[in-house]
């Protein structure tokens, strides 16, 4: 099945800068790779998505980089604000079954 | 709609005891997954319905777990006895799946139910 690494685990970050989680993934089959946030208590929820016929997709200070020869992608986040401190977790798929990133526990210092 | 609605939000339970944990997705979505999340692993898919069908239950730990979908608007994951070990948040997702086995869109999830099993 798949496998979904993610780095960092902690990311802290001051306000105002960027900031940027990785993913590699295992199946070469894998098309569709959603980001979910999650604070604390709360539900993930999706805050971009990329499919494999795309490798960059952008939505105000969030964009996502999906580089499909290499299995890997990547979600950056600018100007980043204290509301941007959440657990950030990476998918992948090649078809219903998402297989999720550890997380990565992201800290906005003001 | 309300979204995916799930309940309990906290279950405080004893060894041996039986849990059942409930939801009811989003009208008109047609997939239903239930996840388990831990410190340790992470997001966990349990088992995956289509069109109330269960199609995917690798992902249940053993038989003690068990979860039906008997219609489009509700669905029952139950443990039964419980452990200490299936302390977690469990969550349950809904999303609208164009065909079967194809997951087309986003997955929206319940704000899930934190079991504590003593």
């Known amino acids: 099945g798949e496998n979904v690494e993610q780095h960092p685990s902690t990311l802290s970050v001051q306000e105002g800068d960027s900031a940027v989680i990785k993913c590699t993934y295992s199946?070469?089959?894998?098309?569709?790779f959603p980001w979910y946030k999650q604070e604390l208590g709360k539900r993930p929820q999706l805050i971009i998505d990329i499919r494999s016929n795309v490798g960059e997709k952008k939505d105000q200070r969030i964009a996502v980089t999906l580089n499909k020869t290499a299995k890997h992608f990547s979600l950056h986040i600018t100007e980043t604000q204290p509301e941007d401190s959440a657990v950030y977790f990476c998918a992948a798929t090649p078809d219903y079954k998402l297989s999720f990133g550890a997380g990565t526990t992201v800290t906005v210092r003001a | 709609d309300a979204g995916v609605i799930q309940s309990p939000r906290h279950e405080v339970t004893e060894m041996g005891q039986e849990v059942t944990l409930r939801c009811k997705p989003i009208s008109g979505h047609n997939s239903l997954f239930w996840y388990r999340q831990t410190m340790m692993r992470g997001l966990e898919l349990l088992i995956y319905?289509?069109?109330?069908?269960?199609?995917?239950d690798s992902g249940m730990p053993e038989d003690r777990f068990s979860a039906k979908m008997p219609n489009a608007s509700f669905s029952t994951l139950k443990i039964q006895p419980s452990e200490p070990r299936d302390s977690a948040v469990y969550f349950c997702?809904?999303?609208?799946?164009?065909?079967?086995?194809?997951?087309?869109?986003?997955?929206?999830f319940g704000e899930g139910s934190r079991l504590t099993v003593l």
């Open positions: 997702a809904s999303s609208s799946g164009l065909r079967a086995y194809r997951n087309t869109g986003e997955l929206f």
């Open positions: 199946d070469s089959a894998s098309n569709y």
């Open positions: 319905f289509n069109n109330n069908v269960p199609i995917d």
